[in-house]
Nanobody, 122 residues
Framework: QVQLVESGGGLVQAGGSLRLSCAAS????????MGWYRQAPGKQRELVAD???????RYADSVKGRFTINRDNAKNTVYLQMNSLKPEDTAVYTC????????????????WGKGALVTVSS
């Protein structure tokens, strides 16, 4: 029983900013990697950014320098600060977390949120 709930999506003009949040709750022992994926119409889902529990980050080339991912481990929450947004950033952004649910089961399972729509107008 793990749930991921995204918030912060919406409509913004090109050049503007949005901040997405994703809070994980339920039976969680620890979360290794948390990240954001996106899927635009007619496109495959792609990794936008992710972050390890230790703070190591990874970004898609298309968002590098514009987006920043961070997390609050105490709150089991990951954030995506999106600046200088472009129309091509329009997509459904979905949160993923690799969760270890119990101390005695060391493997992780991937959980996904339902997604947040980000629309960037020109």
């Amino acid at each position: 029983q793990v749930q991921l709930v995204e918030s912060g999506g919406g409509l913004v003009q090109a050049g503007g900013s949005l901040r997405l949040s994703c809070a994980a709750s339920g039976s969680i022992f620890s979360i290794n990697v948390m990240g954001w994926y996106r899927q635009a119409p007619g496109k495959q889902r792609e990794l936008v950014a992710d972050i390890t529990s230790g703070g190591t980050t990874r970004y898609a080339d298309s968002v590098k320098g514009r987006f920043t991912i961070n997390r609050d481990n105490a709150k089991n929450t990951v954030y995506l600060q999106m600046n200088s947004l472009k129309p091509e950033d329009t997509a459904v952004y979905t949160c993923k977390a690799d969760v270890q649910r119990y101390w005695y089961v060391t493997s992780t399972m991937a959980y996904w949120g339902k997604g947040a729509l980000v629309t960037v107008s020109s």
